[in-house]
């Protein structure tokens, strides 16, 4: 399953999220809310009403909230279907009651609000729309129709035509305005803890692999020893049995497969034993590293290592953290995948500084996204000839900013000049170009300067 596929799963599950024990707590206290606000309107204030058919919407809530009760645990998680029948369930329940105590008259109206937020929280979109317009379709009856409320005196309580016009209006754009707000907030924090996620997930594989790598490097030291006296005595043992061709022709064989054992073991990287040499590198190889999954897909890649001002700085070593070659791949294939030809790295650094700089030759990025670049699921909607089906999410942009930003680095995007044109709004228009800074005194990348012997490997449990 594709990432996509995951957040299109989990958008379509979106009401499994809200447990039966949490609809029921609030159905509960609008119980309790509603006989305490009916006795006080007829003990208090002696207002009259049909009281008869009040207790009965009431009743209706109550009989509902033990069925649902006994009939499911409170632990279950609603569908869909069981989350949508039960807040239209309470908007009919509060606009019967509503409707028998004055209407839109009865100020406990804005109650009206309540199920539809909820639903722009938990389920989908065409389920949101569905309560939506039955909510404002029974705010309009509402307001046309409804049993009024009598004083003591028998005076009519009612609102001036204008004031109850102006009420209306106010709970038809309070059910849409909610709506989309809470639903606007709703999204975009499940966005974020996806996106979070994601990179959680990115930076536990980035992780695996490094240690891997110290298994295989250690693995391949100290197997090459072995291998390499293999060969020699097959080697030795071929020049003493020339008479005898079927002893020969297994001294080759085996001459072959240790062979191929030392390829096999050279092939498979670095990846036994945690390699302590291989915590830190020069900041050049740490760059190349996190480039090389990208450098034969049809581009070119350039490197360009150069001192700022005093051109015999040496260069730093920095911490091999996973973050960083994980964060510094995504740039780089970002680049590569929008880049017509070529993408350039340049890599530098001065007496307080560490600056890497990854532009390519393509189109650049999009004006209309390039301030919210590094936001999860902003998608640049063009094609991409070398990966068909391409479908930019945002993500790679996100958690390449993300896990760069732990590591204390500043990211900024841009687009360059191309022969020194612009667009009609003075924006530069061509490559884009990504840099991402370190200070050199960073602990989270810097090597201690007195850091002692690095000890001895230690083995993976």
């Known amino acids: 399953m594709t990432v996509a596929e ?87 329940q509060l606009s019967f009651l509503l409707y028998m105590t004055g209407g839109l008259s009865n100020p406990f109206a804005l109650l009206m609000l309540a199920p539809v937020t909820i639903a722009a929280t938990v389920l989908q979109l065409r389920s949101t729309l569905t309560l939506g317009m039955v909510a404002v379709t029974l705010i309009s009856l509402l307001s046309l129709f409804s049993v009024p409320i009598l004083t003591s005196d028998g005076v009519v309580l009612t609102m001036p035509p204008l004031f109850q016009f102006g009420f209306w209006a106010a709970l038809v754009v309070g059910v849409v305005f909610l709506a989309i707000y809470a639903r606007q907030v709703t999204v975009e924090m499940h966005t974020m803890a996806e996106a979070l996620l994601a990179t959680q997930l990115a930076l536990a594989r980035e992780q695996k692999l490094t240690d ?56 498979m990287g670095r990846t036994g034993k945690d390699d302590l040499h291989m915590r830190q590198a020069p900041l050049e190889t740490v760059v190349r590293e996190a480039a090389e999954p990208h450098l034969d897909r049809g581009k070119s890649v350039a490197f360009d290592v150069v001192p700022l001002g005093d051109v015999h700085l040496t260069q730093p070593s920095i911490l091999r953290r996973p973050e960083i070659i994980h964060g510094l791949r995504n740039l780089i294939q970002n680049a590569v995948d929008f880049a017509e030809t070529e993408v350039k790295i340049r890599v530098s650094w001065d007496n307080e500084m560490l600056n890497i700089r990854i532009s390519d030759d393509g189109d650049g990025f999009p004006a209309s996204v390039l301030g919210r670049i590094g936001d999860p699921f902003v ?83």
């Open 6 to 92: 995951h957040f299109q799963g989990e958008d379509r599950e979106r009401s499994n999220w809200i447990r039966l024990r949490t609809l029921l707590r609030v159905r509960w206290v609008a119980t309790v809310g509603q006989s305490i606000a009916m006795a006080v309107a007829v003990q208090i204030h002696d207002l009259q009403f049909e009281t008869g058919y009040a207790v009965m919407a009431i009743a209706m809530l109550v009989v509902t909230n033990i069925y649902f009760s006994f009939a499911y645990p409170e632990t279950k998680r609603l569908s869909e279907g069981e989350a949508f029948f039960m807040l239209l369930i309470d908007i009919f």
């Open 212 to 267: 891997l790598g110290g298994v295989v490097a250690a693995a391949a030291h100290e197997l090459g020893t072995p291998l390499a006296t293999i060969k020699l005595v097959s080697t030795e043992l071929l020049d003493e049995v020339t008479d005898r061709p079927d002893v020969q022709e297994d001294l080759t064989l085996i001459r072959q497969q240790a062979d191929r054992c030392r390829d096999i073991l050279h092939s």
């Open 379 to 461: 998608r640049r909607r063009r094609p991409i000839n070398d990966r068909p089906g391409y479908e930019g999410m945002g993500l790679g942009m996100f958690i390449a900013k993300t896990l760069l930003e732990r590591s204390g680095a500043q990211l900024t995007f841009a687009n360059g000049r191309r022969k020194g044109q612009a667009g009609w709004a003075g924006q530069a228009t061509g490559g884009a170009i990504v840099t991402v800074k370190w200070m050199r005194d960073n602990s989270s990348i810097a090597v201690p300067e007195n850091h002692g012997a690095l000890g001895e490997n230690q083995h993976f449990s």
